[in-house]
């Protein structure tokens, strides 16, 4: 019998289609993302939440898993030590659902800890975790158990003159009144070169670690665009966030040195010292109002700027602006 071309094409789409729908489920380790029955689209990882609120959204292959029921769980861990929060059961009726899971005690939730969202579908043999997850809430957007309160308001970096040398950088931040930290006076100010921060040290604070969110984004955990500036009597190193990863022992982060005596400048002047960041090496454009993540950790002191900043959390941050 003579079968046209056109035809044999139909059959064989027919039959691959029937195959696939007739198939059993396979195990998720041996698929990728976009073949998943089981897909948690938010949050992904390293997310930051905004709330303490924590909510999932799970998408499913209802063709391949009708009306299969979805566990999902809320972990809290720190290193080895994990406690589940929440956990739910929901059935899949739908292609794509959210599930509200409950508020997290204890914000902000970042730097060595951290949430994963665990989720499984006992009868097809499918699990799967989403991690690190964070929480770093704005605006007091967080419920009444928790006690933490946003950054204070920017502090202000004055504008200098272009061109002018570390000295004479040195002499007008030190003339300012801007801010104590542990009893350490500091202050700031920026040109088109750089970003200068002034510390005059003390017996109790001999010196001060100053960290920059370069992109503001007030996160849950620290990456590659924030920076770490040590301040001494004779000394200046900047550190960065160069590796990150999860695995069953917690977070890690390796951090690795960044700058040179081109790009961070150390200036002794009297009693004050005044380090100069090279925009450049930043990879910041400078302009009046910019606003940059900021906080100040006054060494052997135990203080900081803001008062509940967190080193590993930029979430807990403040922030300077570049003034006019």
Request: avoid cysteine; hydrophobic fraction near 45%; aromatic fraction near 8%.
């Amino acid at each position: 019998m003579f079968v046209s071309a056109k035809l044999k094409s139909a059959i064989t789409v027919t039959a691959a289609a029937a195959a696939f729908l007739l198939a059993p489920p396979v195990n998720a380790s041996a698929q990728t993302a976009d073949d998943q029955p089981v897909t948690v689209t938010s949050p992904t990882e390293w997310t930051t939440l905004r709330s303490d609120s924590v909510s999932v959204t799970v998408q499913i292959d209802t063709v391949r898993l009708p009306d299969a029921n979805v566990n999902l769980k809320a972990v809290r861990r720190s290193g080895s030590r994990s406690s589940v929060l929440f956990s739910k059961s929901v059935r899949a009726d739908a292609a794509a659902i959210d599930v509200f899971l409950g508020r997290v005690k204890g914000a902000p939730v970042g730097g060595a800890e951290y949430l994963s969202i665990e989720w499984s579908v006992p009868e097809a043999g499918l699990k799967g975790v989403v991690e690190p997850i964070g929480i770093a809430a704005l605006n007091g957007s967080v419920s009444p158990e928790n006690k933490w309160v946003p950054a204070n308001p920017h502090l202000s970096a004055v504008r200098l003159k272009d061109g002018l040398s570390g000295e004479g950088a040195a002499e007008a931040l030190a003339a300012l009144r801007g801010f104590s930290v542990g009893g350490a006076d500091f202050s700031a100010g920026w040109n088109a070169s750089g970003l200068f921060l002034y510390f005059k040290p003390t017996s109790s604070v001999p010196a001060a670690e100053f960290a920059l969110d370069l992109k503001f984004g007030a996160n849950a955990f620290t990456a590659w665009a924030d920076r770490f500036v040590t301040v001494g009597a004779d000394t200046a190193y900047g550190v960065r966030a160069s590796q990150r990863s999860v695995d069953k022992d917690g977070m890690k982060v390796e951090e690795s040195s960044w700058g040179d005596a081109r790009s961070i400048v150390l200036t002794a002047a009297d009693a004050g010292r005044t380090v100069m960041l090279d925009w450049s090496e930043l990879g910041v454009l400078p302009f009046d109002g910019r606003n940059i993540g900021f906080a100040v950790f006054a060494k052997g002191k135990g203080a900081a700027y803001p008062a509940g900043a967190s080193r590993s959390i930029p979430g807990t941050w403040g922030g300077i602006s570049l003034a006019k």
